[in-house]
């Protein structure tokens, strides 16, 4: 069955620093991987898409990369700041009973320290 | 542009009440879902319409029903509520090839 893993453990980091999300994915090959940001009492936002054909999209402070070979997306925020704090949900379409679904990780907690 | 309006926002049932979630869009998008969200599962899909005139069931459909009103509303009835449904419920809508919008979701607490 499909799986998408997202690390369970919060990231800590330092104001400033690059802080780095991981989604890997397993048993699909899908077309394209969204991110969504999820702040506490709020639904999910969201943030950028990335296609199979595309290896790196940016957007502002936001990184995304997609390898289809390693089945993985990394999303990178530069120079982060304590507002970045949130929960980070990675989701791709998983095609079922003839229409794509999205489908969710856990999502990630990440914390920025000032 | 109010986007997705989810109502209420919060409730309280007791065991074996029941209760209908709405959901509303004004973007005119085809496809509309519900999803329960539980700490460390994260969003779990409980059904979804494709588009208007047609529901599917999704991961954990079991206790819910729903009605696709028309192509602004999707709501979501719980016939007899448990304490398991006890969770934060979120709509969602999108058009071809586009991302999900979500409300602000539903906090619903069986006692």
């Known amino acids: 069955s499909q799986k998408i893993e997202q690390n369970s453990e919060a990231l800590n980091i330092q104001e400033g620093k690059t802080a780095t999300l991981t989604c890997n994915y397993t048993?699909?090959?899908?077309?394209?991987l969204q991110w969504y940001r999820q702040d506490p009492g709020r639904g999910p936002v969201f943030l950028l898409l990335?296609?199979?054909?595309?290896k790196e999209k940016r957007k502002e402070r936001l990184k995304v990369t997609f390898d289809t070979t390693l089945k993985q997306s990394l999303f990178h925020i530069t120079a982060s700041q304590p507002a970045d704090s949130a929960t980070y949900l990675c989701?791709?379409?998983?095609?079922?009973?003839?229409?794509?679904?999205?489908?969710f990780g856990r999502g990630t907690s990440l914390i920025v320290h000032p | 542009n109010a986007g997705v309006t989810q109502t209420p926002k919060f409730q309280v049932l007791k065991t074996g009440q029941s209760m209908t979630l709405q959901c509303a869009q004004d973007?005119?998008?085809?496809?509309m879902y519900w999803y329960r969200q539980d700490p460390g599962m994260g969003l779990r899909l409980i059904y979804y319409?494709?588009?208007?005139?047609?529901?599917d069931k999704g991961e954990v459909p079991n206790g819910y029903n729903v009605s696709r009103l028309n192509k602004r509303e999707f709501s979501l009835r719980l016939e007899s509520a448990a304490p398991s449904q006890t969770s934060v419920y979120f709509c969602?809508?999108?058009?071809?090839?586009?991302?999900?919008?979500f409300g602000n979701g539903t906090r619903l607490t069986v006692t």
């Open positions: 969602a809508s999108r058009g071809l090839s586009s991302p999900l919008h």
């Open positions: 048993n699909y090959s899908p077309a394209y």
């Open positions: 990335i296609r199979e054909n595309e």
């Open positions: 989701a791709l379409d998983i095609f079922s009973g003839g229409s794509y679904i999205p489908t």
């Open positions: 973007m005119n998008h085809n496809s």
């Open positions: 319409s494709a588009s208007e005139g047609t529901t």
